[in-house]
């Protein structure tokens, strides 16, 4: 499992001549490192007396930031798996006029769950960017720019995966699935490129003070 290694040989196997982990499992990585900063912030929120208000809040948060970091780690190997699967399906014989249809119908299934692994990553990564609203917004201010590193990893998770998607997509023969999948991939991104900007002025409009 590519989580099982060191951070030294994980990027030694990335920077390798191996086609995976790739693009998503760094993604994935991405996210997980933002939903990781997100607890941070708010285990530098709770216990502070000036921040006693915001204390279960805080709890609550990093009960979902901790959950949904574990996810991501998880996605890691998930997309990694989803990948190999769809090799495998390209590497099944195709002699027969049987064989051949049999590897097609591999190869759309295989590529439909490749797709769907990133879209996945998307839809959470958008999910956590709420929790770093609100410890940008109620967290500790010494943390700021913690949680605004937390944004940006989850915003490139969410872009790279989002990459993924559409490399995908331009392979699957079934329309309905491919428009279905297009209209959802967009329709994170663009919450998610709205949220990253006003994020970003937010905590520029914090230091400026």
Avoid at 130 to 139: A, P, Q, S
Avoid at 163 to 179: H, P, R, S, W, Y
Wanted: aromatic content about 4%; overall charge neutral.
């Amino acid at each position: 499992m590519l989580t099982s290694l060191s951070l030294t040989d994980f990027l030694q196997e990335t920077a390798s001549n191996a086609p995976a982990p790739g693009g998503g499992s760094v993604s994935a990585l991405a996210a997980a490192l933002g939903a990781s900063l997100t607890s941070m912030v708010c285990r530098l929120t709770m216990g502070k007396k000036k921040y006693a208000e915001v204390q279960s809040e805080m709890e609550t948060v990093l009960k979902q930031s901790e959950a949904l970091r574990d996810k991501f780690a998880a996605m890691i190997d998930e997309d990694t798996t989803a990948y190999n699967k769809v090799m495998a399906a390209y590497g099944l014989p195709k002699e027969t006029e049987e064989q051949k249809v049999k590897r097609t119908l591999e190869i759309q299934a295989a590529m439909k769950t490749a797709t769907l692994v990133p879209l996945k990553l998307m839809e959470l990564c958008r999910v956590t960017m709420e929790l770093v609203k609100i410890v940008i917004e109620r967290g500790n201010k010494n943390s700021l720019s913690d949680a605004g590193v937390a944004a940006l990893m989850l915003h490139s998770g969410c872009e790279g995966a989002a990459l993924n998607v559409k490399t995908n997509l331009a392979g699957i023969q079934d329309l309905a699935f491919v428009e279905t999948q297009r209209t959802a991939a967009h329709t994170i991104q663009t919450g998610m490129n709205q949220d990253l900007r006003r994020l970003l002025t937010r905590i520029n409009e914090e230091f400026s003070k």
